[in-house]
């Protein structure tokens, strides 16, 4: 392993280093324990749902959209490749990216929204934090405990994100939040390559739907420069691997910047450990002023031409119907959700009665969630 000899840069995370897990285990014999954070994952049953979970559109709208376990694994690629330039650790780094969406509810972040939304006299609802319940409490595969109990290390990297309230609760996980601190060099890679992916391969979906022009791309000074010149060295080439290829140089362009920069700040702070990057106030990890303009001139592009396309509007429309109507249910008749559930929810208060029933709607798929709400409503 990369990690187990001299190619890991001294700031890297380190397992002989790690913080451990929340329960105790012994060591695996065949390989690491960030190695065996990411084969957790991988084989937990909200990994696996992921594949029924929008990225931008409804599962059932196409074969060929991206889904949030496509989107992981994007997600892990372009870490992988930050990891390796940047001598950080590649398998906790794929790790983290392979779990960020675990918490993802059904539609988006319009299922998101409306959860929350319905849960506001019950704490609310977060998929980020989601995401650290769903490896810490909700999976239930081993005899010891509940969750996965990945090192710190991992859960570091999924948690991207927390209010202060939450923070609170969440023990050593919590603490950075707290002390306006950093997380190490690899959740901060892996929150970048998350931004990278969707918004690049967001352009390939909303294309390829017909929501969004190439007249309006063009209008993008991140897609303008690499598609004249792809479009320049290849005359003849036909429109839709034009884009493609756009879209490669694109990734391209912004990760080498993101690279060059995060090296120009390391040289510039000399960390000498993991801790040393965690104290910062701010993020090691960062485009360069002119690219972050133009990711962000992109990250508004999609917002005004995507996300609030009127077909995607009304996609949306539905699924928050949907799962406020689903809560309202759950909530007014628990014995309407599986045996097993509501043989739990009728001794819980209201409070624990509405967790639960938001753990369970925020692990449905999408097409699962359509067909309760046609039962049911």
């Known amino acids: 392993m990369i ?18 897990r929340l329960y105790q285990e012994s060591k695996p014999k065949y390989r690491g324990e960030f190695q065996r954070d990411r084969d957790r994952i991988i084989h937990s049953s ?16 196409g074969d060929l959209y991206r889904t949030r376990l496509t989107h992981s694994i994007e997600v892990s690629q372009i870490a992988r490749t930050l990891a390796q330039s940047l001598r950080v650790n590649e398998v906790l780094i794929e790790a983290m990216a392979l779990a960020h969406d675990l918490g993802h509810t059904p539609f988006g972040h319009a299922g998101q929204d409306t959860l929350n939304k319905c849960m506001q006299d019950f704490g609310g609802f977060e998929h980020n934090l989601q995401s ?22 991992t859960r570091e990297g999924i948690l991207k994100h927390c209010s202060l309230k939450n923070a609170e609760h969440l023990g050593d996980v919590g603490k950075r939040f707290i002390e306006r601190q950093q997380p190490g060099l690899e959740a901060q890679l892996v929150n970048i390559a998350d931004a990278i992916a969707y918004n690049h391969h967001d352009i390939d979906d909303g294309y390829r739907a017909g929501l969004i022009t190439l007249e309006q791309l063009m209008q993008v000074d991140l897609f303008h420069e690499p598609f004249s010149k792809v479009k320049e060295k290849f005359p003849k080439i036909d429109e839709r691997r034009l884009i493609h290829e756009t879209l490669r140089q694109m990734i391209t362009n912004v990760v080498n910047d993101l690279i060059t920069n995060t090296q120009c700040m390391l040289e510039k702070l000399k960390p000498k450990s993991i801790d040393d990057i965690r104290i910062q106030k701010t993020k090691i990890a960062k485009f360069s002023e002119n690219i972050n303009v133009e990711h962000l001139e992109l990250k508004k592009f999609l917002n005004s031409n995507l996300y609030k396309h009127p077909r995607v509007i009304d996609m949306t429309d539905q699924a928050e119907i949907m799962i406020e109507k689903l809560f309202e249910r759950y909530m007014s008749d628990y014995k309407a959700l599986p045996e097993d559930i509501h043989h739990i929810l009728q001794e819980e208060t209201d409070n624990d009665r509405a967790r639960k029933i938001s753990d369970y709607i925020a692990g449905m798929t999408d097409r699962f969630a359509i067909a309760e709400y046609e039962r049911l409503i």
């Not at 990690?3 to 002989?16: Q, T, V």
């Not at 909200?46 to 709208?61: D, I």
């Open 132 to 153: 650290l319940r769903v490896v810490d409490k909700l999976e239930s595969k081993y005899a010891e405990f509940d969750g996965l109990n990945l090192t710190f290390e």
């Open 3 to 20: 990690e187990s000899d001299n190619l890991l840069a001294c700031f890297a995370a380190r397992e002989i280093d790690s913080r451990g």
């Open 46 to 61: 909200a990994f696996r749902r992921l594949v029924y979970k929008t990225q931008v559109f409804v599962n059932h709208e």
